[in-house]
């Protein structure tokens, strides 16, 4: 049973940083992708970035480029989201996703497990 354990999320100002952090205890394979989707309260469930698990091809929502960074460390199976120049509007759950794709997706269908979520609040 693949399970995904995300940790992180906090209180911050506006215009602060935070660094969530996904850990999996799923195998990994080459077509293996990690992601990173939000939901805010009343909202629906939005794509933020996006990763290879092997040779690292990335992508980032619009929303987020240049602000948000996804990575990983293939030794610690963790994928990481450094999050900077928060936004209030950004408060929301943060999920972490595995899933199989051939490259980084945005397509929530394709992720097939999910973790539990960790609340990020940006303050004013």
């Known amino acids: 049973q693949v399970q995904l354990v995300e940790s992180g999320g906090e209180l911050v100002q506006v215009g602060g940083s935070l660094r969530l952090s996904c850990t999996t205890s799923?195998?990994?394979?080459?077509?293996?992708?990690m992601g990173w989707f939000r939901q805010a309260p009343g909202k629906e469930r939005e794509f933020v970035a996006s990763?290879?698990?092997?040779?690292?091809?990335?992508l980032h929502a619009n929303s987020v480029k240049d602000r948000f960074t996804i990575s990983r460390d293939n030794a610690k199976n963790t994928v990481y989201l450094q999050m900077n120049s928060l936004k209030p509007e950004e408060t929301a759950v943060y999920y972490c996703?595995?899933?199989?794709?051939?490259?980084?997706?945005?397509?929530?269908?394709?992720?097939?497990?999910w973790g539990q979520g960790t609340q990020v609040t940006v303050s004013s």
């Open positions: 996703a595995m899933g199989l794709a051939p490259r980084a997706t945005s397509t929530e269908s394709k992720y097939d497990y």
């Open positions: 990763i290879l698990w092997r040779g690292g091809d990335t």
């Open positions: 799923g195998r990994t394979f080459s077509s293996t992708v």
